[in-house]
């Protein structure tokens, strides 16, 4: 009976110690949100053709002990998503703004749920004074609830200017009526269609597929997670132009010059 309780106790105190240690972590994701303490890297995205590059992806980093996934996971639960990924948005373009690649695009993530506010709509408008060539990276790990209100917030944002990315296709919510009516610029491949140690020719035909329907449509089709020489080459022998990932160059600030 003593070792029951025992174990009891322990285990009561180990949920105790979680729970405060959940709640210390919101109440730092808050402050965060709140007096905006966080910046952004930049990670190069490659044409493999002549090695040149013809973006960068703004990536979210804060100077905490914090994965950028758990910071907007969190921020949905405190109902802060919308704030912090606008907030996030401008601060990255404007950051950009001040460095001297403008002839190249900016990638930005975007929740689906937060394209479609009023606030976020009206903040993208006043960017376009900054003269960027801003992608608009639709974060595909959110389903979208209302799929007209959410076509209709895209067209918006061509009419200002900004293009369209749809990111992690492959293993994102999007089904294939949804991405041809999104009327995207850009294509971005999930690292799944990279991973396992032998050739794949389920995922060759997939990607064969996608990659003549964006010839046609003029479309840009990206593959991310290009992370060793082995899946650099695949990518080559697979005929896709576009590349990101850390073999090609790792998300650094601004003013470190781009290392390949």
């Known amino acids: 009976m003593l070792h029951l309780v025992e174990k009891s106790y322990k285990y009561l105190n180990s949920e105790k110690h979680s729970c405060k240690a959940k709640e210390v972590k919101t109440t730092l994701i808050k402050q965060l949100i709140e007096k905006g303490d966080f910046y952004h ?11 040149k590059i013809i973006g960068y992806e703004a990536l979210l980093r804060t100077n905490h002990d914090l994965e950028t996934i758990e910071i907007f996971e969190q921020a949905e639960q405190i109902q802060l998503l919308n704030r912090l990924a606008t907030s996030s948005f401008t601060r990255a373009a404007h950051t950009y703004s001040k460095s001297s690649n403008h002839e190249v695009y900016l990638f930005i993530n975007i929740h689906p749920s937060t394209l479609t ?3 976020f709509i009206e903040e993208i408008t006043k960017l376009s004074t900054l003269s960027l060539k801003i ?6 790990t959110e389903q979208i609830e209302n799929f007209s209100e959410f076509t209709n917030a895209l067209d918006q944002l061509r009419r200002s200017g900004v293009l369209i990315s749809l990111d992690n296709i492959g293993i994102g919510a999007l089904d294939i009526k949804k991405l041809i009516e999104c009327k995207a610029h850009f294509i971005k491949i999930d690292k799944f269609f990279l991973e396992g140690e032998h050739f794949d020719e389920k995922k060759y035909l997939f990607l064969n597929l996608l990659k003549h329907y964006c010839h046609i449509q003029g479309i840009k089709l990206i593959i991310e997670g290009i992370s060793s020489p082995k899946r650099l080459a695949l990518t080559k022998a697979w005929g896709i132009d576009y590349g990101q990932g850390y073999i090609l160059g790792r998300p650094q600030h601004l003013n470190e010059p781009v290392r390949v």
């Open 41 to 51: 890297c930049y990670q190069p995205i490659y044409d493999l053709n002549n090695w």
């Open 117 to 119: 506010t009023k606030d």
């Open 135 to 140: 992608v608009c990276e639709i974060n595909e």
